[in-house]
């Protein structure tokens, strides 16, 4: 069974700054693929960023980063330079690679950027 | 990536009935899924929707309570039928995109009174 653990329930971060969301996943799957997810409060799910397990590089999108450490099994969310938009809900989550194609999601972080 | 229309956006139903959610694709995709996101919390995934076969439900959920069609590779509706009010929540359709991503439609946003 594929898990999904996010440990920070809420996070606050200075306008401007970096803020890392944790993430770590569990998978008996040897291919599998990693995604972040924004919820703005208007509720729609905006698709951030990508990591395939066999991926050599971190993926980076614009401001996004996914700090991605197989051997630990964690796909931290790295959001640099914080803008008062990025006040959220994120979510983490998971595919197996077999012929489900289900995404399984974990728990989410709270982030308010402080201006 | 596709873009998904769903509908109604919100509804407040009173309990006993049943509501019916419609998700059209722009472009024909083999799978849909449905999720479920109750106050506060995350995505659970109902079930994974293939044209042409039955619904694929988690656990937890079943047909009878979460009937679903998928009459072609655009088009799916899931029922929330003889509703309570634990059954208020946020319900999202899905499909998996070509570059990796997921897109979601906007959500039905449902209220049992």
């Known amino acids: 069974a594929q898990k999904i653990t996010q440990t920070q329930p809420g996070m606050f971060v200075q306008e401007k700054e970096a803020v890392t969301l944790d993430c770590t996943y569990d998978?008996?799957?040897?291919?599998?693929?990693l995604f972040w997810y924004k919820q703005p409060s208007s509720g729609e799910m905006i698709f951030l960023i990508y990591?395939?397990?066999?991926?050599?590089q971190n993926a980076t999108e614009g401001r996004y980063s996914l700090n991605f450490q197989k051997a630990r099994k964690s796909a931290n969310l790295v959001i640099s330079a914080s803008q008062l938009g990025d006040s959220a809900m994120y979510f983490c989550?998971?595919?197996?690679?077999?012929?489900?194609?289900?995404?399984?999601f974990g728990s989410g972080t709270r982030l308010l950027v402080r201006p | 990536s596709a873009v998904i229309s769903q509908k109604p956006s919100r509804d407040i139903c009173q309990r006993g009935t049943s509501l019916t959610i419609q998700c059209q694709v722009d472009?024909?995709?083999?799978?849909m899924f449905w999720y479920r996101q109750q106050p506060g919390q995350s995505l659970t995934l109902i079930a994974t929707a293939n044209q042409g076969s039955e619904a694929t439900y988690e656990s937890g959920f079943v047909i009878d309570k979460f009937p679903i069609s998928r009459p072609n590779l655009t088009f799916s509706t899931l029922t929330v039928s003889n509703m309570s009010p634990e059954d208020s929540s946020i319900y999202l359709c899905?499909?998996?995109?070509?570059?990796?991503?997921?897109?979601f439609g906007s959500g039905t946003r449902l209220t049992v009174v």
């Open positions: 472009s024909q995709v083999t799978m």
């Open positions: 899905s499909v998996a995109g070509q570059s990796y991503g997921y897109t």
């Open positions: 990591q395939g397990s066999y991926d050599e």
């Open positions: 989550a998971m595919r197996g690679m077999d012929s489900s194609y289900k995404l399984i």
């Open positions: 998978t008996s799957d040897q291919s599998y693929g």
